[in-house]
C-alpha cells in the first residue's frame, strides 16, 4: 500500500521501547508517528492531531486503555483504534471491540501484521467516509420538495436554504413541532462546504439548566462533582461542521450571554480551565415561538438575537399547505410499503378527505406516524378506520376549547393593558414594556386554564395550545404555575418557591 504523508498513527502505550519499534515499523512505511506514554497525554495528542489511527495498549498506569478507548470513540466515532494486548488477555481484547475499537493484536506480534492492520484500518476508514460523500452528494440530487411536499411554500423554503447554504451565515430556523426544522438545519449543512464535517444536535430544551454549560462548553477533570476525566462539548465536538442548537428559546438566560461571548469571539473555554480553545463551528437555530416575543417577554437576549438572526427561514405549518399533504401521503406509503414488504395499494377517497381536513397539530411527523400505521394495519387499501386517530372528532373537540380558553385570555389581557396604563398614568410608560407584561400575563392565564380543563396534565395541555411538551413545561416553571392536584393550579410570582 503506497502510503502519504497525511495518514498519521498515534501510538499510546506506557512502554517507550513498544513505542519506538511500533514508530520504526510504521514511520519506514510513510506514516506520519505520534506517541504518548499515559492515557492522558495521549488524548490530549489525540484532540490536537486528529490521527487517522490509534494504536492503544490496555494496560496503562492511571487513565486505562479502556477509558482512553471510549473517550476517543466519543469524540471522533470514525477514527479506528487498534488494540494492543498481552497472551492471555483477549477477553479484554474482545470487549475493548464491544465498545467500538476496530482489532487486535497480541503481545509478541509479528511487523508485517502490525502493518497489514494498520493499513486496512485505515482502507477501511476511507471507505466509509466515501460512503458518507455519495450520501452527502444524494442529499443534494433529492432537495427538500423530495421529503416536505412540493408546494409553492416548501419550494420557497428549498430555495432559501440554497442560497444560505454555501454561507457561513448564522440561521434561525421557525417551525412548529414536527415541521421538519432539523431536516432543514441538515439540508443546510449537507449544502455547505463543511458537508465532510460534523453534524451536531443539541435540543436545549431537554438539557437541565445546571449541565447545560458543561453539554457546551465541556469540562476538565474535577471541575465539579462526578467529573472523573475530561470531556469535549460540542462545540468542539462539532469542530469545522454545523452545530444545530435546538428550541433554543428554551436556552437559560444565564448561558445567553455565554453563547453571545463564543459566537462573537469563536473560542470557548472547558468548565474548570483557564485555558481558551478556538472552535470553527457554523451555528443554526430554531424553535417553535418567534424570538421576538420571547425579548418581548423578557425570556431572550436581544443582543443574541441580533447576533443569531443573519438569515430567516420560516416553515410553514402542515395545515397550510394541503397540496403536500397528498404528496406526502404517498411518498410515507411507498417507504412504509418497501419497509414492511406490504403492497398497499393507496389511500380511499373518504380517507384523504378525513386526512385533509385535520389540523396536523403534530405536521410532518404525525403525518409520517398515522401513515406507517396505517399500512401496518391494512391489506390493499388505507380506510378511516385503519387511521388510529378520530380526526373528525378531534378537531371538533379541540377548536371550541382552544376558542374558550382563548376567550378567557382575551378578557384578561383586556384588563391587563388597562390596569397598566392606569397604574402608569404615564409617568414612565413604555409601550414595549406594557405590551411584554400583557403577552406575560395573557399566557400565564391561557396555560393556566388549559391545565385546569385538563386536570393538570401538560402533555393534553401543550396539545390544546399547539405548542409542545417542553415549551408547555418551561412556562409552567418559569411563570410559577402550581400544579397541585387536578383540581388544585394556581398561580405564583416566579419569584416564590416552587
Request: net charge neutral; hydrophobic share 35%; with cysteine.
Amino acid at each position: 500500500m503506497a502510503t502519504d504523508s497525511n495518514i498519521s498513527v498515534l501510538i499510546i502505550d506506557d512502554e517507550v521501547d513498544m513505542c519506538d519499534m511500533l514508530s520504526h515499523v510504521l514511520g519506514r512505511e510513510g506514516f506520519t508517528i505520534y506517541t504518548a506514554h499515559d492515557g492522558n497525554t495521549g488524548l490530549e495528542v489525540f484532540n490536537k492531531e486528529s490521527p487517522s489511527v490509534v494504536i492503544l495498549d490496555l494496560r496503562m498506569p492511571g487513565m486505562n486503555g479502556m477509558d482512553v478507548l471510549k473517550q476517543i470513540k466519543h469524540t471522533s466515532s470514525e477514527t479506528p483504534v487498534i488494540i494492543i494486548t498481552a497472551y492471555g488477555e483477549i477477553q479484554s481484547a474482545v470487549e475493548a471491540i464491544k465498545h467500538g475499537a476496530y482489532n487486535y493484536f497480541n503481545k509478541p506480534f509479528d511487523n508485517e501484521e502490525v502493518v497489514v492492520t494498520v493499513e486496512k484500518a485505515i482502507e477501511e476508514r476511507a471507505m466509509r467516509q466515501e460512503i458518507r460523500m455519495l450520501k452527502t452528494q444524494l442529499s443534494f440530487v433529492m432537495p427538500l420538495y423530495e421529503q416536505m411536499g412540493n408546494s409553492a411554500e416548501i419550494v420557497k423554503v428549498n430555495e432559501s436554504v440554497k442560497c444560505v447554504a454555501p454561507t457561513n451565515f448564522t440561521v434561525v430556523i421557525y417551525g412548529e413541532t414536527g415541521s421538519g426544522k432539523e431536516l432543514i438545519a441538515q439540508s443546510i449543512h449537507n449544502r455547505s462546504p463543511r458537508c465532510d464535517k460534523p453534524f451536531v444536535v443539541v435540543d436545549c430544551g431537554s438539557i437541565p439548566e445546571t449541565l447545560i454549560e458543561s453539554e457546551l462548553f465541556g469540562f476538565e477533570k474535577g471541575a465539579f462533582t462526578g467529573a472523573d476525566q475530561k470531556k469535549a462539548g460540542q462545540f468542539e465536538i462539532a469542530s469545522g461542521g454545523t452545530l444545530f442548537l435546538d428550541e433554543i428559546g428554551n436556552l437559560p438566560k444565564s448561558m445567553q450571554g455565554k453563547l453571545l461571548r463564543v459566537l462573537q469571539e469563536r473560542r470557548i473555554r472547558r468548565l474548570g480551565s483557564n485555558k481558551e480553545i478556538d472552535v470553527d463551528v457554523r451555528v443554526v437555530v430554531a424553535g417553535n415561538e418567534r424570538l421576538e416575543y420571547l425579548i418581548e417577554s423578557g425570556h431572550f437576549r436581544m443582543d443574541l438575537y441580533q447576533r443569531l438572526n443573519e438569515f430567516c427561514i420560516e416553515i410553514p405549518p402542515l395545515r397550510r399547505r394541503k397540496d403536500d399533504i397528498v404528496f406526502l401521503c404517498k411518498r410515507f406509503l411507498d417507504i412504509t410499503n418497501k419497509e414492511l414488504n406490504k403492497n398497499v395499494r393507496g389511500i380511499t377517497k373518504e380517507t384523504l378527505e378525513m386526512l385533509l381536513t385535520y389540523n396536523w397539530p403534530g405536521n410532518v411527523r404525525e403525518l409520517k406516524n398515522v401513515i406507517r400505521r396505517a399500512v401496518l394495519l391494512a391489506s390493499e387499501v388505507i380506510e378511516p378506520k385503519h387511521l388510529l386517530i378520530k380526526i373528525q372528532e378531534q378537531k371538533q373537540q379541540a377548536s371550541p376549547a382552544t376558542g374558550q380558553i382563548a376567550s378567557t385570555a382575551n378578557r384578561d389581557a383586556d384588563h391587563t393593558v388597562s390596569l397598566d396604563l392606569d397604574i402608569n398614568n404615564g409617568k414612565d410608560f413604555s409601550l414595549r414594556n406594557a405590551v411584554a407584561r400583557c403577552v406575560e400575563h395573557a399566557e400565564k392565564k391561557l396555560i393556566t386554564e388549559a391545565l385546569k380543563r385538563t386536570g393538570g396534565n401538560k402533555s393534553q395541555a401543550a396539545r390544546i395550545l399547539k405548542i409542545d411538551y417542553k415549551t408547555m413545561h418551561y412556562k409552567v416553571k418559569n411563570y410559577g404555575i402550581k400544579i397541585q392536584t387536578t383540581t388544585e393550579i394556581t398561580e405564583k410570582s416566579p419569584t416564590e418557591d416552587s
